[in-house]
C-alpha cells in the first residue's frame, strides 16, 4: 500500500517544536516530505545548526511519520535554514506578536511624545501586553533581599506549567540575576536575527541579563539603560501569548517597579515575605509603591514558614504570622506558606528546582496549592490611568 503524501505531510506539520512553542507546519520548518512506497524522506529545517532538543524533536517526527498507514522506513535529514527562510521565520513569529501594542518612537505608551525625530515605528509589543490578551503578568517583589523571592518565583513558574499553563518566566533583577542557574536551563537563548527565542526548561520559557553576561561581571547601569533592556527583552523575543508571565523583581520600590508600571500596566503583584516581623514591614512598602504606580496587589507568599525536623515537628525559626499580617493589613489574600527545607537551597544552586525533581515533596506541595489558589483569582481589574509620582 503506498503511503499518502498528504496524510504524511499532516502528520509531520502537527509535531510540535517545543523551543518555540508552535508546530513545524506552522513555523515553516517542513521543507520536504517524499514518499517512496513504504519508504519516506523527510528534510526539515531548523533555524542554526546548533537547535536544541534536536534528538526529542527527531523522535517527535518519526513516531508522526510511523502513525501514517504504510510508512515502515523513515529516512530523516536536518538541515540549516537560509537567510531567506530565516527571515520569513522570523515574520511569521512577528505577525503572531502583530496583536500586541505598537508605539511611535519617542512615544511613552501614554500618547506622549518625549524626544525623538520623526515618528518611525518602534518594535510591536508583544501581545500578551494587549488589552485583550488572556496572559497574566505577575510581578513577584519584596522589599528587601533575602526572602527568597527568585526562588519563589522559580518554583512558582514551575508548579504553573505542571498545572497545564503556558508559563514566561523574565528575570527583571537585572543586577542580581540568578534565575538561569536555580533554573537549571542547559542553554542560553537562541538568538534568529534581531529576535530572541527564550530558553525553554521544565516547560517555563524564560529571559534573564544571566544569559548574556558571565557570572563575575556586573552589570553597572543606570534606570534608563534598565528600563531599556526590560523592554528589549519583551519586544525582541518571541514569547507567543503564554497564560502566566512571571516577573523575578529586584529588591525594593526603584527603578524596574517604574518599568513595570509603564510598559506592563496590566500586571499583578504578589509580595513574598518571611514570618518576622521586621521582613513583613519592608514588604508592606514593596505592596505599598505597586499600588501608587496603580499596580493590583494580588497576594502574599510567606517564605521559610517553618522547618520540620526528624521528630516530625514543626520549627518556626524566624518566628511566626509575617506573612498573615501583611495580607490582612493589605486586604487581600495570604496565598501561602512555603516551608524552609535544605533541599530548596541545594536545587537552587545545583539547577534542580525542588518543584521538578522532587514534585511529592512538602515544598513542591506548597507551591502546587500556591499555584492553584493564583490561578483561581482570576485576572485583576485594570484602569486605565496616567502615572503620577508627585
Request: net charge negative; proline share 6%; charged share 20%.
Amino acid at each position: 500500500m503506498a503511503v499518502d503524501q498528504s496524510q504524511l505531510e499532516a502528520a509531520v506539520s502537527a509535531v510540535w517544536e517545543p523551543e518555540i512553542g508552535l508546530s513545524l507546519g506552522d513555523l515553516g520548518l517542513v521543507r520536504s516530505v517524499r514518499p517512496r512506497r513504504r519508504r519516506v524522506q523527510l528534510e526539515v529545517a531548523l533555524p542554526v545548526a546548533a537547535w536544541p532538543g534536536t534528538e526529542e524533536l527527531a523522535e517527535a517526527i518519526h513516531r508522526a511519520a510511523a502513525s501514517v498507514a504504510g510508512v515502515e522506513e523513515i529516512e530523516l535529514e536536518f538541515v540549516v535554514m537560509t537567510d531567506e527562510e530565516r527571515a520569513g521565520l522570523r515574520h511569521r513569529l512577528r505577525v503572531g506578536m502583530a496583536g500586541g501594542v505598537e508605539q511611535q518612537a519617542g512615544d511613552d505608551g501614554h500618547g506622549h511624545d518625549h524626544g525623538g525625530h520623526g515618528h518611525a515605528p518602534a518594535a510591536p509589543m508583544p501581545a500578551f501586553l494587549g488589552p485583550e490578551s488572556k496572559t497574566r503578568v505577575i510581578g513577584v517583589s519584596s522589599g528587601k533581599g533575602g526572602v527568597g523571592k527568585s526562588t519563589v518565583t522559580v518554583n512558582l513558574a514551575i508548579a504553573l506549567a505542571q498545572a497545564g499553563h503556558q508559563v514566561g518566566l523574565l528575570d527583571a533583577d537585572v543586577y542580581g540575576f540568578s534565575v538561569p542557574k536555580m533554573l537549571g536551563t542547559d542553554h542560553d537563548p537562541i538568538i534568529i536575527g534581531d529576535m530572541v527565542i527564550p530558553t525553554a526548561a521544565h516547560g517555563v520559557k524564560c529571559l534573564s541579563m544571566g544569559y548574556f553576561v558571565p557570572d563575575d561581571q556586573p552589570v553597572i547601569w543606570r534606570g534608563p539603560m534598565l528600563h531599556k533592556a526590560i523592554q528589549q527583552f519583551l519586544t525582541d523575543a518571541y514569547w507567543g501569548e503564554p497564560d502566566f508571565v512571571l516577573i523575578d523583581m529586584p529588591p525594593g520600590t526603584g527603578d524596574v517597579a517604574l518599568t513595570l508600571a509603564e510598559v506592563m500596566p496590566r500586571a499583578e503583584i504578589i509580595v513574598v515575605t518571611t514570618p518576622q516581623a521586621a521582613a513583613q514591614r519592608v514588604a508592606q512598602r514593596s505592596a505599598f509603591a505597586a499600588r501608587r504606580l496603580k499596580l493590583s496587589v494580588r497576594g502574599v507568599i510567606e517564605n521559610m514558614s517553618w522547618f520540620t525536623g526528624d521528630d516530625g515537628k514543626r520549627y518556626e525559626l524566624f518566628g511566626a504570622g509575617g506573612g498573615a499580617t501583611l495580607a490582612a493589613d493589605l486586604g487581600i489574600p495570604m496565598l501561602g506558606q512555603v516551608p524552609l527545607v535544605n533541599a530548596v537551597r541545594q536545587g537552587g544552586d545545583e539547577g534542580r528546582p525542588v518543584t521538578a525533581v522532587d514534585p511529592d515533596s512538602e515544598t513542591a506541595i506548597a507551591f502546587r496549592d500556591i499555584a492553584e489558589k493564583l490561578a483561581a483569582l482570576g485576572p485583576a481589574r485594570v484602569y486605565r490611568r496616567e502615572l503620577s509620582l508627585r
